[in-house]
């Protein structure tokens, strides 16, 4: 069994930053791919971020140079760290992780995180 755990969201104002965090626990697994989709109310969701194993990551092109996603691989933990914040940046986002666990190998989910943008 595997749990993503989210934290970080909040409310922000705009021009303003957040860091999301997202920690994998449980049995033993191997992480591949990690990374952050969002949805919005009535929007379908996107991929924000994602990051490999071995480090290269991509993004979404509405947040390319604000948003930056990292990873600590010896505690199983992905980051995104969202500056210059947008109203349009508001959504629920959703960690994920492409995980092989008991020789199956799939996406976990989060239980997404609440970021909200106002002023």
């Known amino acids: 069994q595997v749990q993503l755990v989210e934290s970080g969201g909040g409310l922000v104002q705009p021009g303003g930053s957040l860091r999301l965090s997202c920690a994998a626990s449980?049995?033993?697994?191997?992480?591949?791919?990690m990374g952050w989709d969002r949805q919005a109310p009535g929007l379908q969701r996107e991929l924000v971020a994602r990051?490999?194993?071995?480090?290269?990551?991509n993004y979404v092109d509405s947040v390319k140079g604000r948003f930056t996603i990292s990873r600590d691989n010896a505690k199983n933990t992905v980051y995104l760290q969202m500056n210059s914040l947008k109203a349009e940046d508001a959504a629920v986002y959703y960690c994920?992780?492409?995980?092989?666990?008991?020789?199956?190998?799939?996406?976990?989910w989060g239980q997404g995180t609440q970021v909200t943008v106002s002023s």
């Open positions: 994920n992780a492409d995980l092989l666990l008991s020789g199956m190998r799939r996406n976990y």
């Open positions: 449980g049995s033993a697994f191997s992480i591949y791919g």
């Open positions: 990051i490999s194993s071995g480090g290269s990551t």
